[in-house]
């Protein structure tokens, strides 16, 4: 199994500050998908990033994969309590057909 | 939205019952999977489906039974539930497999508590 580790596990902050996030693996990927989850309700995906060293933007949101296709990061900037809920990050599992997923990044900020 | 609907929402049962969770997809996307989520591991894939009456395992299928006689219904059963069986479970479809362009769409989750 390609193990994607995702840290910090939980982070709260206030309102208005800058975050990142980081999804790790020892495994190459073809390509990482993160999603975002709300409480009682599934994933939505954000992105999808293929190209090591990519950056894709998403209003504040900001995603960058790493040159050697293993590792990835979400970037916050100016937190509003919207974005609170649960990043996951997935990438290609053994099957060929579904996602391995991290354990997440739970955020919570706070006005 | 996706039209993906899981039922039920939430269930209640006790140890050694069999239930059944459905999942029924309006998208006519030919694959489905079924993840449980629980704290501190994740989303975790218990069994997929890649067409009707074609079904695979995932990492966590012990315990766990599958069927897709429709493209779009997959059924998930658990024979015998057992406590370690409490989780959200969560069935997710896509267009296709290993496209970037293809994402997971995923349904609200079942809660299933076993007493």
């Known amino acids: 199994t390609q193990l994607l580790e995702q840290s910090p596990q939980f982070l709260s902050i206030q309102e208005g500050e800058n975050l990142t996030v980081y999804c790790n693996s020892s495994?190459?990927?073809?390509?990482l998908q993160w999603y975002r989850q709300e409480p009682g309700e599934g994933p939505v995906l954000l992105v999808t990033v293929v190209t090591g060293g990519e950056v894709k933007k998403l209003k504040r949101l900001t995603f960058q994969f790493g040159d050697a296709r293993k590792d990835s990061s979400l970037h916050i900037t100016a937190a509003q309590p919207g974005d609170t809920g649960l990043y996951l990050c997935a990438g290609e599992g053994n099957s060929g057909y579904a996602l391995n997923f991290g354990k997440g990044t739970s955020l919570l900020v706070t006005p | 939205d996706a039209g993906i609907t899981q039922s039920p929402r939430h269930k209640v049962t006790e140890t050694g019952t069999p239930v059944t969770l459905r999942c029924h997809q309006t998208?006519?996307?030919?694959?489905m999977y079924w993840y449980r989520q629980d704290p501190g591991h994740g989303l975790r894939l218990i069994h997929y489906?890649?067409?009707?009456?074609?079904?695979d395992k995932g990492e966590v299928s012990d315990g766990y039974s599958v069927s897709r006689s429709k493209t779009e219904d997959f059924l998930l059963t658990l024979e015998s539930a057992t406590s370690s069986q409490t989780s959200v479970y969560f069935c997710a479809i896509s267009e296709e497999a290993g496209d970037l362009n293809s994402p997971l769409h995923f349904g609200n989750g079942t809660r299933l508590t076993v007493t």
């Open positions: 489906s890649y067409g009707v009456k074609d079904t």
């Open positions: 495994s190459v990927f073809s390509s």
């Open positions: 998208e006519n996307h030919r694959y």
